[in-house]
């Protein structure tokens, strides 16, 4: 385990943004945390990551290189008036890393950016000041990176690279990875673990599927044969072309399907669980 | 104004018919100084009045028969006017009379005291006094009232008595004709404006000790 | 520290506002100089005018030295104003830009981070200064050659050329002290404020209350040895006749002691504050 915080506390004024948060990350694992907005994502991060003081609970990190964690919080901050190489260079500067350029030109190279593009990156779109973001993240070889919705403001495309990205960081380079965002889709596929937290307090952690799923009431149906399926007309569903929505009602989603399998007439191809993030942000009964 | 008084009773005095010559001795001065054609000196001069503090100034000096002093220096100085009559011709400049008043004492000595009188409303001075060494004929003290500049009193000191031109001079005169601007910038507050209206009666004085080369006489 | 320090005067001179404020500086001291020029000629045709009948004069003291010494009696609002504006951005603007948590996202310590903009902005103060300097002399002594020096303080004061070139060096040496002062007090109200515009107002405000209260007399001399405001213009001091070194020294002392007091106050609140 690399990063463990037990219990952290943090209130501004009568405001409690945190009640006792307890979170771990191991080395090569993908941890989401998810919540809606202001439930307390960027505070525990800035906690974790040193900015902001904690009022109580304990936060140990567990490594011995010379920058434990690296993050980047909300948008990353980059010296605007400063080629993509520059910041790079006095990134590394500040923390005493001594670089080539031609270090650094390769380090620009694996975040998919142009190791001969001088220009200030003010002028940059935000899928690339991401990456520059993460670049810099990852100077001086951190065990762990923090990532505070690093998805936001990147379009599609945008977002499954830097998915790509994350996973190969992880699997490849054994970094712990802490991600939050309020998006399930850009989690949901990405992540070992997921925390959700809520209102400052986490509502509920485990295997992602297995948290996703939890809190699935519907499900989208894919297959053929089901407009005419007579399991699916007794149950709560709406048709589309190719699929169907399934609210779920008292059978559990693992009949239903044992039911559709053996249907004749009916060919399953997939079935993708629909989140409820009500249910999802729902505090767990102890 | 009582000495004013004074004088112009004892012009009208018949027995002073003698005042409306010009003073024997005074003539005998001027012809010695009308004997110089020309000269150069190094001058150095030091100022001596309470709120101006200056260092001692250097500078060269021409002088020629008939035509102005003309002076270099590499430093700014500022000479008096009346310091460089060292022939008095200022002082004959326009038509005058003389006032013989006889023998008097100058620090301890022996002087004729000769009183100059303009006789134009052109003259740039009311009076001047001269006191002047009889045995070398050297100007010992001239004591000059300005129309604008108030009173200046000149001391004349020689190296040997032979000389017609001194080797210190000693300028004495009223510093109200003095202005200085008080925006002027600089702790203007700590002026002390007191002291300020005092300076308005204040004396100082500028001494000029002079060498002299290439002195040319008749 | 050294990096951290090499790194901030890297960003500073990056950025092109930096230039701008740099030639600004010098629009302002060109603007000084012929203010001066004008306000040299109007003191001496007074202060000359009804000398003239009585003396006779050699020397030109509307020179080099005089412009010299008249700008230096401006620069101690002017060029303060526009280094406190500059000097604050240095850190206002990475607290917008959000850099300030960018950079404590490395392994930076808040503490080596807060020193290193002080000695920037002290390096960088150093550095405008010392173009200034320069360039008031060379082009003084160029437009308006050498001599004598006229200065009114305590008495009318004449010093040589070189007397006058060596006072008013001093007196430039002195008075950095009281724009590395000024230098300080912007950081500090950079990280009391972050925010620039804000920061600008209290930073005028302050230079102009500064201002201010150095022209109050005040009867004890406790309170113009140690009162801040008292120790700003301690270069005044260089063209006394006799140059009261001891007089300068302890105000030097003691507005060194205040820089350090000001910077320490900034280093605390910045290390105790959190990055949100």
Known sequence: MILDARDVRKSYGSLEVLKGVSLSLSSGEICGLIGPNGAGKSTLFRILLGLVSRDAGTLEIHSGASKPLGGIIEKPALYGYLSAFENLLVFSRIQGLKQSGTDIESQLLQVGLSPNRKDPVRNFSMGMKQRLGLAIALLNEPECVILDEPFSGLDPMGIRTLQDEIRGLAKARGIGILISSHNLVELGDLCDRLYVINQGEIVREGPAREILQQAARSYIIYGTGLESSAVLAAAHVEHRTGSVLLHLGEDSIHAILRRLSTEPGVILTACVPQTNLAALFEKTPE | MKSTLLFILTLLSPSLLSSQEIDPILVSVKERADSIISFQASVQMEVDISFVNMPVKEAEIWFTKGAPISISSEDFVMIPKRGLDFTLNELYRYPFMTLSLGRVQLEGRDCHLVKIIPTTDASDYSIASVWIAPETLQVLKTQISTKKNGVYDIFYSYSGAQEILPAVIKVAFEVSGVKIPLRFLGRDTQIDKGKKADSAQERGAIYLRIAYSGLTRK | ?276
């Not at chain 3, 005044?236 to 910077?263: C, D, H, M, W």
């Open chain 3, 1 to 276: 520290m050294r990096n951290l320090i090499r790194t901030e005067l890297f960003k500073i001179f990056r950025q092109r506002k930096t230039y701008y404020a740099i030639a600004a500086v010098f629009v302002l001291e060109a603007f000084i100089m012929v203010s001066a020029y004008f306000q040299g000629r109007e003191f001496l045709d007074v202060f000359l005018e009804n000398l003239r009948e009585s003396f006779e004069f050699q020397g030109n003291l509307l020179n080099g030295n005089l412009i010299i010494y008249l700008v230096l009696n401006s620069f101690w609002f002017h060029i303060p104003l526009i280094l406190m504006i500059v000097v604050s951005g240095f850190l206002t603007t990475e607290y917008k830009d959000r850099t300030v948590e960018a950079v404590l996202l490395q392994p930076v310590s808040k503490r080596n981070y807060i020193i290193s903009k002080y000695i920037a902005a002290l390096v960088f103060t150093a550095f405008i200064l010392g173009i200034l300097i320069i360039s008031t002399f060379l082009l003084s002594y160029l437009f308006f050659g050498q001599g004598d020096l006229v200065v009114f303080l305590e008495g009318l004061s004449f010093y040589s050329a070189t007397e006058a070139f060596n006072r008013l060096m001093i007196a430039f040496l002195v008075g950095s002290l009281t724009m590395f002062f000024y230098a300080v007090v912007s950081i500090t109200l950079a990280v009391l404020f972050q925010e620039a515009t804000v920061t600008w107002i209290v930073a005028a405000l302050f230079l102009i209350g500064t201002t201010l209260l150095l022209r109050l007399e005040f009867d004890s001399e406790w309170v113009n040895s140690l009162f801040f405001p008292k120790l700003t213009d301690s270069w005044q001091y260089v063209f006394f006749s006799e140059i009261p070194y001891r007089t300068i020294l302890n105000k030097s002392l003691v507005l060194i002691g205040y820089t350090g007091l000001i910077a320490w106050i900034g280093i605390r609140v910045f290390q105790k504050r959190d990055i949100t």
